[in-house]
């Protein structure tokens, strides 16, 4: 029988871990124990004698299988944006199943935040009013660059076929901003055409 194992984020060296986002976060393993959950070790790994994408993919089926419909939530200091809040202090480690969190799926996906392991800041890519969410969502990932143990002060762009991509935050002398793919920058002016098309008949 395989331990009670969920998933989490890590940043890359932190612990046994694959690659989740290459170059930005890993995905570990943590172990759920009377009081909690902690981080697997190498001696348990070797123990165990599994192979850890095995072990992963069993983490992450008993993590969908305890995500509660009421985990994501608005925040309201920030329009449009919105928030993963769990009791096991493990928010960030939603975003290995995003589209079981988020029901249904938006237009063009999500983007996100994860600065800490129980932070996951999402805004969803529908109508116009996410370009000026999406603009806070890149401030608080900038604030994260100056806090401790920081798991990520990046952002995550998961697409409308679920596949993820690292969009950089730049610091510059005049402020922040994001340096966008040109695959972001399609989906979001497809947001905005879905949302003019309306404006243009009735006029």
């Given amino acids: 029988m395989l331990p009670p194992l969920l998933p989490t984020l890590l940043r890359p060296g932190q612990g046994p871990s694959v690659p989740f986002i290459d170059g930005h976060l890993h995905l570990g393993l943590t172990l759920e124990v009377q009081d909690g959950s902690r981080e697997i070790t190498e001696d348990e790994l070797l123990a165990w004698d599994e192979d ?84 806070s969502l890149l401030r608080r990932a900038a604030r994260a660059r100056f806090e401790r143990d920081v798991l990520s002060h990046q952002l995550f762009w ?23 793919p040109p695959q972001l920058i399609a989906a979001l002016e497809r947001v905005a055409a879905v949302d003019l098309a309306p404006v243009a008949a009735e006029a």
Avoid: Y
Wanted: proline fraction near 7%.
């Fill in 52 to 135: 850890f994408i095995d072990l992963a993919e069993h983490a992450i089926m008993r993590l969908r299988g305890l995500i509660r419909s009421n985990e994501l939530k608005p925040l309201d200091t920030l329009p449009g944006v919105w928030q993963v809040r769990t009791q096991d202090g493990l928010a960030a480690s939603r975003m290995v199943c995003l589209s079981d969190v988020m029901r249904p799926w938006p237009l063009e996906g999500a983007v996100v935040c994860c600065p800490g392991p129980d932070q996951l800041l999402v805004v969803p890519l529908e109508g116009i009013a996410c370009l000026p969410a999406l603009q």
């Fill in 158 to 180: 998961c697409d409308d076929e679920g596949a993820w991509h690292h969009l950089r935050v730049l610091h510059t002398a005049d402020g922040v901003d994001l340096d966008a």
